[in-house]
């Protein structure tokens, strides 16, 4: 009986990353395949332009999850800041289960808080500002007007202005705040909370009103390697992938 439960993020699918869409598509079907669920914490691509994108190679990973939540394994996906257009569509071709920004599960009585993490990372006002903006139903009804063509054009245009953004910032502004950690936490009611987004996969235990709290920072995906949080044994463990 599949008991596993999966967490992963910050894979950045793209084309010009063929060496990661491989490892992806075998751990679908040597990995997950085993498991009962899959969650996925955002940033599964490196930039979705909409549903209707159909460009290489996202037929063989639409074809690949619809195969795998056809066997029964469940499939969660919360947005990243790179995939927030992500839609029902793509869910419909999928069988996957879209979450919330902030989604709650449990395991073995634990309550487990999930969101990809560029919520918590609340000093980088500029980011929060766009982010706020980029939201909103009438900036996503303008971009996902536009001809697809030109939305494939403005997406590599953001991920260069990303990069060289990120280059002006200090890594603390780029790191979640821990002061909205606890805020979360304590408005959902969690001890344990699970994220990406920074890339810098760690455990950091700490005390929360006198209990230990945990989060756990998920491991963006390279050419080379990845890692994966594996819930087994009623305990979280992390594996190679």
Not at 16 to 38: D, W
Not at 46 to 62: C, E, F, L, Q, V
Not at 90 to 100: H, P, Q, S, V, W
Request: glycine letters at 6%; charged letters at 25%.
């Amino acid at each position: 009986m599949k008991q596993d439960v999966l967490f992963i993020s910050d894979l950045h699918l793209a084309l010009e990353k063929p060496e990661i869409t491989r490892r992806f598509l075998g751990f679908l079907q040597q990995r997950v395949i085993e498991a009962k669920s899959l969650y996925i914490l955002g940033d599964l691509f490196d930039a979705w332009i909409g549903d209707d994108d159909n460009t290489r190679p996202i037929p063989s990973i639409k074809n690949a999850l619809k195969q795998l939540s056809d066997a029964g394994t469940e499939i969660f996906l919360l947005q990243g800041n790179r995939d927030f257009l992500l839609g029902q569509d793509f869910c419909r071709e999928t069988g996957i289960r879209l979450l919330d920004e902030y989604a709650t599960i449990e395991l073995n009585g634990q309550r487990i808080l999930l969101t990809h993490g560029d919520l918590l990372c609340s000093d980088d006002l500029a980011y929060q500002a766009f982010r706020s903006k980029s939201h909103s139903p009438e900036w996503q009804q303008n971009v996902l007007s536009k001809p697809l063509w030109l939305r494939l054009i403005a997406a590599r245009w953001y991920r260069l202005r990303s990069y060289y953004h990120k280059r002006g910032k200090t890594l603390d502004i780029m790191d979640v705040n821990q002061d909205t950690v606890v805020e979360s936490l304590h408005k959902y009611g969690c001890c344990t909370l699970i994220h990406g987004h920074t890339h810098r996969p760690k455990l950091h235990e700490f005390m929360l009103d006198g209990r230990p709290a945990r989060r756990y920072v998920l491991a963006d995906w390279k050419p080379d390697g990845a890692e994966v949080l594996c819930w087994k044994n009623n305990d979280f463990q992390t594996e190679s992938v």
